[in-house]
């Protein structure tokens, strides 16, 4: 990057549209972190936060978290549910 003083209008210009660029980018990231983690509504995203947000949403919600995954070990070992073995399980059959 050239010094300060050696740029054209232009290229502050430009300059200084990818750095808020880039820190509109790392707010709102941020804020889609707070929101996942249920510190903020949903509603304090704009559109394209919230597709973001939607994405990363759906992928915790489709991984277990380790709270489930000890309730769910603990009922396999008690014997205190049924269809929550391996599918060749003979206990899986009506």
């Known amino acids: 990057m050239k010094e300060?003083?050696?740029m054209?209008?232009?290229e502050?210009?430009?300059e200084l549209r990818?750095?808020?660029r880039f820190i509109r980018r790392r707010l709102g990231h941020a804020k889609i972190s707070r929101v996942l983690a249920g510190e903020l509504e949903t509603t304090a995203l704009t559109p394209e936060e919230r597709a973001i947000w939607s994405k990363r949403f759906?992928?915790?919600m489709a991984e277990?978290?380790?709270e489930e995954e000890a309730y769910y070990?603990?009922?396999?070992e008690s014997?205190?549910?049924v269809g929550l073995g391996p599918p060749d399980d003979p206990d899986m059959e009506a």
């Open 4 to 6: 300060v003083s050696e």
């Open 8 to 10: 054209t209008r232009a």
């Open 12 to 14: 502050l210009e430009r």
């Open 18 to 20: 990818l750095l808020r």
């Open 58 to 60: 759906l992928a915790q």
């Open 64 to 66: 277990p978290g380790p």
């Open 73 to 76: 070990a603990e009922l396999r």
């Open 79 to 81: 014997g205190k549910a």
